[in-house]
């Protein structure tokens, strides 16, 4: 199966922003007050976790020029169940060009925190080299446990679009049926490309795991977790969910 994987850089190393772009943290592109998703159990602003725009090869989001958001609730990490798809601790949510401004969104009054962001300079098509036809097997524990610890390792566990869920946990933590696995956001920032600036949340990754030079402090999805993406397309914008796991 074929994914695309994120080729980052640190948000200073680039220009800035003139439109809404693919990025990893950061202040959401366009985005109105009242587009932007409050925690509904502390009530507070949530924080950007990715803002992704419409491909048809990597995330087909049904047309040109929309965007995906992805959120969740930092004001109190751990105390708002952000994990849970259907809390209201998070939010994943498509934006049809018409309502995007033309400028970054003004940060709500009560200061959510902004997190680390980077900035994607180009994706990276890869192959695992599973088959299509193993997709359904990676959604139940049922399947997973059939294809065997060979198959499973051939997932990727960093971020990226496309491919099928590198689970930590079980797949039955997924929303169901009608919902397609678009991509998955892993907790820390994978640089493939060598930072040009220096930042305290970044390190040298000597290991080289999966690829990447360096690694940078990303979103707080509890101890080395992952967020799953998933879609499913109605009559009007395709809607969106996310969750995540962790150890």
């Given at each position: ?16 922003e003139?439109?809404?772009r693919d ?14 998703p ?7 602003s ?11 090869e990597?995330?087909d ?6 965007v ?10 751990g ?23 033309d ?16 900035v ?7 192959d ?5 036809s ?27 679009l ?12 997924g929303?169901?049926?009608?919902w397609?696995f678009?991509?998955?956001l ?16 970044i ?14 402090q990303g ?8 967020a ?9 914008a ?10």
């Amino acid at each position: 199966m074929r994914y695309f994987v994120p080729d980052i850089r640190v948000a200073a190393e680039v220009p800035p922003e003139t439109m809404a772009r693919d990025k990893f943290g950061g202040i959401g592109w366009g985005l109105s007050r009242d587009r932007w998703p409050k925690c509904q159990e502390c009530g507070k602003s949530q924080s950007l976790l990715a803002q992704l725009t419409h491909d048809r090869e990597r995330l087909d989001l049904g047309r040109p020029g929309r965007v995906l958001f992805v959120f969740q609730c930092n004001h109190d990490p751990g105390m708002c169940s952000t994990w849970d798809a259907r809390c209201g601790a998070n939010a994943c949510f498509v934006v049809d060009p018409e309502e995007l401004g033309d400028g970054p969104a003004e940060l709500p009054d009560d200061g959510p925190l902004v997190e680390n962001e980077v900035v994607v300079a180009q994706w990276i098509e890869r192959d695992d080299g599973l088959r299509t036809s193993l997709t359904p097997a990676f959604f139940s524990a049922d399947g997973l446990n059939s294809v065997g610890d060979d198959i499973r390792k051939k997932v990727s566990w960093g971020t990226r679009l496309g491919g099928v869920p590198r689970w930590i946990q079980t797949p039955e933590q997924g929303p169901g049926s009608g919902w397609q696995f678009v991509g998955q956001l892993d907790s820390t920032h994978s640089f493939l490309t060598p930072p040009k600036v220096e930042e305290t949340w970044i390190w040298e990754d000597r290991e080289r795991w999966e690829g990447r030079t360096h690694a940078g402090q990303g979103p707080n999805f509890g101890d080395g977790g992952i967020a799953y993406l998933f879609l499913r397309h109605l009559d009007a914008a395709p809607q969106g969910c996310v969750f995540w796991q962790c150890g």
